[in-house]
């Protein structure tokens, strides 16, 4: 049994927020390939560790490690193009625009190139236009065909359960190796949510078996998805282990109780 390749570490993390400290000294590493839950009580430093990894804030101290290269305060664009991408517990969808532009945006390959907004673009660049109609279709077709056939609706019209699809599909449109799920049941019943987890593993399962590292509070989500959890709280690393094994951990009860 080789021992499991590490995509990713964090290093001593620490990120202060004036007084107060989000993340303090984290240590942890994900696996190439694994499905990891990453838990904890409210104001945990689950998103902050999301938020610094991703490139929007720069830690204050310590170090993070993607394939064994240094990205510690690199920009969002440079994580993104070393194949990190993630998904906001906050929609950020454009809602006039369409299915099709919304995840079109995500595609890192063209973050220099620019996109296909207005119909001048679209005229001037018209087989590079195709292309990535084609590359957005095949994408939703793994996904969900359903949304396949909304792709040029404007997203305003959908319902919460596919544009918690779309803002997904922007994340995987760029064929990530690690994908960063912010709460994705957020808004939705258990029922939607599951539909949704599905659709993400058929991508997993049919294009590329990336990683996931997903925050989650739905504990019966974690329980599914995940093969390791790790539950952090006042930003340091309290718990790591099967869902069993956290659930039963008495540090991290006694964290949720003040919940
Ligand atoms: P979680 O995702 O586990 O709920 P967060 O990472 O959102 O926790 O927050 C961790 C702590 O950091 C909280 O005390 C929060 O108020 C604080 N925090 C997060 N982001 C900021 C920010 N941009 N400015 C100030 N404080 C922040």
């Given at each position: 049994n080789h021992p499991a390749k590490k995509i990713l570490e964090a290093h001593n993390l620490t990120m202060r927020f004036g007084g107060v400290t989000?993340?303090?000294s984290l240590n942890l590493h994900v696996n190439e390939g694994e499905i990891l839950g990453l838990l904890g009580p409210n104001g945990s430093g689950k998103t902050t560790f999301f938020n610094v990894i991703t490139g929007l804030y720069r830690p204050s101290s310590g170090s993070a490690i993607f394939r064994g290269k240094d990205i510690t305060g690199a920009s969002a664009q440079d994580v993104y193009r070393e194949a990190i991408t993630r998904t906001f517990q906050r929609s950020r969808l454009?809602?006039?625009?369409?299915v099709f532009d919304n995840i079109a945006?995500?595609?890192?390959?063209?973050l220099d190139t620019g996109?296909?907004?207005n119909l001048f673009q679209r005229k001037q660049f018209k087989s590079e236009y195709d292309q990535v109609v084609e590359q957005v279709n095949q994408l939703l077709l793994t996904f969900n065909p359903n949304l396949a056939a909304k792709?040029?609706?404007?997203?305003?019209?959908?319902?919460m359960i596919d544009r918690r699809r779309i803002e997904i599909c922007r994340a995987l449109i760029s064929e990530p190796d690690l994908l960063l799920l912010d709460?994705?049941?957020?808004?939705?019943?258990h029922d939607e949510t599951a539909e949704v987890m599905n659709d993400i593993l058929q991508v997993r399962s049919k294009v590329k078996p990336f990683t996931i590292v997903l925050i989650e509070h739905e504990m019966g989500l974690i329980q599914r998805m995940t093969e390791r959890c790790i539950v952090l709280n006042y930003g340091k690393k309290i718990a790591e282990g099967t869902y069993d094994e956290i659930v039963n951990n008495p540090e991290v009860q006694v964290a949720y109780l003040g919940q």
């Open positions: 989000a993340l303090d454009s809602l006039p625009l369409t945006i995500g595609d890192n390959r063209r996109l296909f907004f792709i040029f609706e404007p997203v305003a019209s959908l319902p709460e994705p049941s957020a808004g939705m019943t």
